[in-house]
């Protein structure tokens, strides 16, 4: 449907509300030239939930029941060589 813009002024408020009801797109033309056009807004699909969107990306590899049963450094001591002390450069001799 096309209406020119004076008579679009003037019913602005009617043709948006038949706009809505009919789904036709609106063209406004301006000395015989479209100058815009109003469309219905589709409804837009919501957005997926965060909360299991990842469903079934993972995989299991190996048993993870019965794990290997290998200290850790940290229960042996064996980590003291990771802890090195950091000296400052303005104290280094």
């Known amino acids: ?24 797109p609106l063209v406004i033309t301006k000395r015989g030239k479209p100058v815009a056009r109003i469309v219905p807004v589709e409804d837009e699909p919501s957005p997926p939930s965060l909360f299991g ?6 995989e299991i590899v190996g048993d993870i029941i019965n794990v290997p049963s290998e200290p850790w450094s940290a229960e042996t001591g064996d980590e003291s060589d990771l802890y090195v002390p950091v000296v400052p450069k303005d104290s280094a001799p």
């Open 1 to 24: 449907m096309n209406v020119n813009a004076a008579e679009f002024k003037a019913k602005c408020l009617k043709l948006i509300d038949e706009v809505a009801a009919t789904h036709q």
């Open 53 to 58: 969107y990842m469903k079934g990306t993972g």
